[in-house]
């Protein structure tokens, strides 16, 4: 009898005999904590994080080391070459399997005329207005207070920053309560994201034993933009391409020059403008090939509950591009996209001139059925057939007087796209967990539109991925006044205690 309550006393000291907190437990661990929770997160935005400097980035590191050594969790710098990855790991007694989950703790640059703040790395607490103006609320309100669409502005307070906190409070919340997963637990931190994530694929092959696991959980990313709980089981892959068209050796006058000089800014219109339809359609031979979708999978598209006359009015578009039937549809298409174009100059600094060059850069999102190296070459194939020659470098005086129009492309591949069935065991399992937290499915997501460096975890350790968004849609992700609303942030910690407590299949 007595050997039966030591026993006893060590599954409960565990965790591993602890009931499987329903919805109300949930709940009340979320209320419980998430203050302590928001301080953790006003603490981990605090610190700059552009990868672009790397004494920046050190400092997240050690705070992230220093807080799971804290938890008694075990830290790993996986060296790269440049800035290193972050693995720490929670193994549990007896545990079979082991879930990997990713954050990235760097963020994009800040230009901080664009905020409507003084400093967008502290934090700031904002409630919006009738008129739709945000205004400042102190801190300290939120001891007494709280509004669920009250937020805090900051950079990467969704992205992704505020899902990492959301973790570390959940697992907190847990601890305290005497629940543990019945797997083990690593996770990787990514401190590139926002640079493409550049040392990231050769790293995962490198280190693939360590990083070795049944399934990966990717905490990124926002919910769907009706706020709802949100899976998603896949996203999109992000290549590059780079194109610049030649006039002049130099700049010329307008007047002296012009009716004779071709314009290298009109060679680029043109140029793009041969690549697609009036719809948005890529016409280039071959693009889409090997994308069709089933009924059950346009099933799947006409389930998610978007409201595309509300995305169309708050992105204020009185039409869309005709590439898919709907959105969801659309985003399972391969993009090309220019994301910038530049020639001579405009504004204060005009000058009437034919310019020397013209820059664009576009970038290709991919999906699991699109292969970059094949798009490249259909791209160059389309540029050849509109009279261009095609060089890796500026032109020589020789290839100048020889090719009447020369364009100058270069190429690069981030990372590539994935996709999990949904009808996978994994994405059973998370279901289940997210049920029980809110008592209704989430909404299911086939693929995102958006990019993050998953498939090469996915392709190197051979295991499914998903990703569990958290984050409100409308959260400035990348742009000035980013921000995380509080409702989210609550219900964030919810999900991953959910997930967490949940029995592994």
Request: charged share 20%.
């Amino acid at each position: 009898m007595k050997r039966f309550f030591i026993l006893l006393a060590f599954l409960l000291s565990t965790g591993l005999f602890a009931q499987t907190p329903d919805r109300t437990k949930l709940e009340a661990l979320t209320e419980k904590h998430w203050q302590s929770g928001l301080r953790l997160l006003n603490e981990i935005v605090a610190m700059p994080n552009d990868a672009v400097f790397p004494e920046q980035i050190e400092v997240n590191i050690k705070w992230c080391e220093q807080v799971f050594a804290a938890r008694g969790w075990t830290q790993e710098r996986l060296e790269t070459g440049g800035i290193p990855l972050l693995l720490v790991e929670k193994k549990q007694p007896n545990a079979k399997k082991t879930a990997l989950f990713y954050f990235h703790v760097d963020g994009q640059a800040v230009d901080i005329s664009k905020w409507d703040q003084p400093n967008a790395y502290e934090p700031v607490l904002k409630a919006q207005t009738a008129s739709g103006t945000w205004e400042v609320l102190p801190m300290e309100k939120l001891r007494t207070e709280y509004n669920p669409d009250w937020r805090v502005f900051g950079r990467s307070t969704s992205d992704d920053k505020g899902p990492l906190a959301m973790l570390i409070t959940a697992w907190d919340a847990l601890t305290e309560a005497g629940i543990s997963p019945d797997y083990s637990v690593k996770i990787i931190l990514d401190f590139e994201e926002e640079q493409g994530s550049p040392r990231l694929p050769a790293a995962v092959i490198q280190y693939k034993d360590k990083l070795a696991a049944d399934l990966m959980l990717i905490m990124d990313g926002p919910r769907h933009t009706s706020n709802l709980p949100t899976l998603s089981y896949g996203a999109r892959g992000i290549s590059e391409l780079f194109l610049t068209t030649y006039g002049p050796k130099l700049p010329q006058h307008s007047g002296h020059y012009g009716n004779y000089a071709p314009n290298p800014a009109l060679l680029m219109s043109q140029l793009l403008a041969s690549m697609k339809d009036e719809n948005g359609r890529v016409v280039i031979p071959g693009f889409y090939d090997g994308i069709t979708f089933t009924d059950a999978e346009r099933k799947i598209f006409a389930a998610v509950p978007d409201n595309e006359t509300a995305v169309k009015k708050r992105l204020g578009l009185g039409r869309t591009d005709q590439v898919g039937q709907s959105y969801q549809e659309s985003i399972n298409y391969p993009s090309l996209n220019i994301r910038g174009m530049s020639a001579g100059y405009t504004g204060a600094q005009a000058t009437t001139i034919i310019p020397a060059t013209a820059v664009a850069e576009l970038d290709m999102r991919l999906v699991p059925e699109s292969d970059p190296v094949r798009l490249f070459g259909l791209i160059k194939d389309h540029i050849r057939k509109q009279g261009f020659h095609i060089v890796e470098k500026d032109p020589t005086d020789e290839e100048r007087m020889t090719y009447p129009k020369i364009v100058k492309v270069n190429t690069s591949i981030s990372y590539q796209a994935f996709r999990t069935p949904m009808d996978s065991p994994t994405g059973a399992w998370l279901r289940k967990a997210m049920n029980r937290a809110f008592g209704q499915d989430p909404v299911q997501i086939r693929i995102s539109g958006g990019s993050i460096p998953i498939s090469p975890f996915v392709d190197a350790l051979g295991i499914p991925a998903v990703t569990i968004p958290t984050v409100n849609a409308d959260n400035n992700q990348h742009s000035p006044n980013e921000n995380l609303r509080l409702g989210n942030y609550k219900e964030g910690i919810l999900t991953i205690m959910s997930v967490l407590s949940e029995k592994m299949y």
